[in-house]
């Protein structure tokens, strides 16, 4: 609400105005009273009526007076108020910067106490003796718990400290293990804390469980997981990156959302699981599956790009949909690749792909693309593979040939239905 205005200050009187006036108020009344006078005299009244003409002048000049005199009481009263509110005002406005300089002052002094605290927490956390470490982890999460504006910055230290090289002994590894606790307790559930990222480039983490914790951004770049790692139900809100990254047991991403992530030259030692992920664009070019994936009923609304990767173990992609481009060019089946009932939305091709063992797409609806197999490996009949082509779609083997840089002999996939209508 806008502050009323103040009444302009009173100007003082000057005495000649005051002399002036009561000259005038003479001046009237002396008229008055020879006025009315003079109308005695020319009406013949008598001596008693000049008396009564004499008080009329004089109540005149009485009333004139007192009302002169209301006014300058009525100056005096609103030049006393007039006073006592800019002294109000000038008091406010001491007092409003009073307040400012007092709130500045105590921001200093907590930016000094949270300087003091985070300086303290870091130089605990680099001793050389393990327990003094787990001190360091501690105060520094109070210190982001207290202080919201600190979070980020605390989350880099824990992040810097996983990233250190060299090879933990057991109190060590205790402590890395508190840090990594430390950082799930605080990226997940109503208490999370929200909007960070994380980065944790050629960091190496053992029993990794980020399972459920909400991000906005992480990276992975070169990092080595070491025992199970766990991302079930993650939600990366922005970029996910795993380039060159090593999984050396089992990796589970189930009903993970991530909204742009690669996993470019990517090494998945054991089962890799991704069932029911949520993925905008995501990037599996040279990716290597050594021990199986799961890809069932994952949900691809962006480019999905797996050139050049290779599954060594079985591979599910059942009741999976492609919202975008579906690349799989190139890509190594080693064993069997079950597509069945998977929905391809955009366009797809798997120019040149290998599958050295069964390859299933029973039930699979192609929505754009007629060059989706334009080969397809022929000389695997010492593994019984089985072929499931989608509908309408037909290996010819008679036309079997060589191509440059890839192994074997390949037979053309057709669109039976386009071939038919051509015809």
Partial sequence: MAEPAAPEPVRPLPGRTVLLVALLL?????????????????????????????????????GGGGVFALFLAWRRQRSTEADHLQRERTLERTLEQQREVAADNNRDAVERRITELYTKSAELLGADTAPVRLAGVYALERLGQSNPGQRQTVVHVFCAYLRNPGVPDEQEQHVRSTVQRVLNSHLQGAAAWPGLDIDLTGAVLHDFDFAGCVVRQATFDRATFRGRASFRCARIESTALFQGTRFEDHAEFGGAFVDCSSFDGARFAKLAVFNGAEFGAVDFTGTAFEAGAMFRGADFQGRAVFGGARFD????????????????????FLDSAVFTDVEFLGPSTFRRTDFRDDALFGGCVFHQGTDVFPYARLDVTETAAKRAWPPTWRLVTSTDTEIPDHEGRWGEVFDTTMSDQDA
């Avoid at 003079?38 to 004499?54: E, K, P």
């Avoid at 949909?321 to 190594?332: E, P, Q, R």
């Fill in 313 to 332: 173990d079985a591979t599910v992609f059942d009741d999976a949909k492609f919202h975008d481009l579906a690349s799989l060019a190139g890509t190594v």
């Fill in 26 to 62: 003479g001046l009237l009344t002396g008229g008055a009273v020879v006025a009315l006078i003079w109308w005695v005299n020319v009406s013949g009244t008598l001596a008693g009526a000049r008396l009564d003409a004499v008080r009329v002048g004089l109540s005149i000049a009485v």
